[in-house]
């Protein structure tokens, strides 16, 4: 039985095209806040296990529609929310403790083609009606369920 979790953001994701040239201080705020945004609209949603394959859907509703390489880009900042943090092997003594995916949610084990296969729409619409729905539906394959 497959498991499908839909959620929707009250508003369009940022696009790179508006997101570049920002200081990496004002870059981690917006992802912190994307993070937020994702957490208060789907938190409650949140499997007790992460999908080990899944086929994510995001659909960008607008008023203009952007380009592909645009509107696939951008949507990279809302997919790292929905993978699963993990603690990289610390390679000297000392260092810090570093995290791989440290804003993630844990919806999805990993947004690497073998975790995930993705696909992004740009919807067009009207200004009262703008949003982004993301759909994550489990892949089950003979691999994963054996």
Known sequence: MTRTISFTLP?????VNRTTG???FTAAR???????QVA??????RPSLPFERAHVLI??????TPDTDNLWGSAKRLLDCLTTPALLNV???GARQRTKNKRGLGFIVDDAPRHLTLEV?????RLCEQKTVVTITEIMS?????
């Open 11 to 15: 508003a369009p994701f940022p696009l």
């Open 30 to 36: 917006q992802k912190n806040q994307m993070q937020r």
């Open 121 to 125: 729409r740009g919807v067009k619409c």
């Open 59 to 64: 659909e960008r509703h607008s008023v203009g």
């Open 22 to 24: 920002y200081s990496h």
């Open 142 to 146: 003979a691999e994963v369920a054996a």
């Open 40 to 45: 208060a609209a789907a938190y409650h949603l």
């Open 91 to 93: 390679r000297k003594e």
